[in-house]
Each structure stands twice: as C-alpha cells, then as structure tokens.
C-alpha cells in the first residue's frame, strides 16, 4: 500500500496536466511554424499576382520565431513539471511537515510569462 495515497495519486496529475499541456504548446508551436511555411510558399506561387503580394506581407519573422518559442516554452514547462514532480513526491515521502510556500522558480516563471505576454502584445498592438 502506497502510504498516503491520495497526495501521491493528486501530485502525479497534476504533473500529468502540466506535460499534457506542454504538448499542447508544442503541438501549436509546430502549427504556427507550418502555417508561416504554408503563407510563403503561396506567396511565392503567386508572387506575380496582387494576392500574392498581400500574402507576402502576413508572412513575418514572428511565425518563424513564434513558433520555435512555443516549442521552446513547452519544452521548458514539461521539465519544469517533472522537477517539481519530484520534488513534490520526495517531499511526501518525508515524515515532516512542510508548509506551502511560492518556490523562487514560481515567481521567475510567473515574471517570464508575464513580460512575454506583455512583448507579445505590444507588438501585436504595433504590428
């Protein structure tokens, strides 16, 4: 019998959540990268015409970039969720009490998402 089953069983979703939802921003990573590749292929098809021209102009660094970050970021947040996986689970397996606390890699995170999601829209706004 695993000793304090319910912690361990919630501790082990909700590291499942987190590598679910790192999949998921690679997973749109991948498809913001396709969908740039796409628009400069058409581009280039109908580069002659006016609609080629105006596709031309959808196509940016930012696709590119975008969606190396998003695979980037999804990556960092799956390994960020196993070390805390794990260190959750050790600090279960631990006789003493521990109280919770916000961990200094928390509130960098939250500083990173934060200033990228401020970046990301100021250049939305911008562009």
Do not use: K
């Not at 590291?15 to 280039?44: H, M």
């Not at 600090?91 to 500083?111: C, K």
């Amino acid at each position: 019998m695993i000793r304090d089953y319910a912690n361990a069983a919630a501790n082990e979703r909700t590291f499942l959540a987190w590598v679910r939802t790192g999949v998921a921003i690679i997973a749109l990573g991948v498809v913001v990268e396709r969908f740039n590749l796409f628009l400069l292929t058409i581009a280039g098809v109908v580069a002659d015409s006016e609609l080629g021209a105006r596709i031309h102009r959808f196509v940016s660094p930012a696709g590119r970039y975008g969606g190396a970050g998003l695979v980037g970021v999804g990556i960092a947040l799956i390994l960020v969720a196993t070390y805390r996986f794990l260190h959750t689970a050790r600090l279960l397996s631990e006789d003493a009490t521990h109280s919770m606390r916000a961990t200094r890699g928390s509130l960098i995170l939250l500083a990173i998402f934060v200033l990228g999601v401020a970046a990301f829209s100021a250049y939305l706004a911008i562009g």
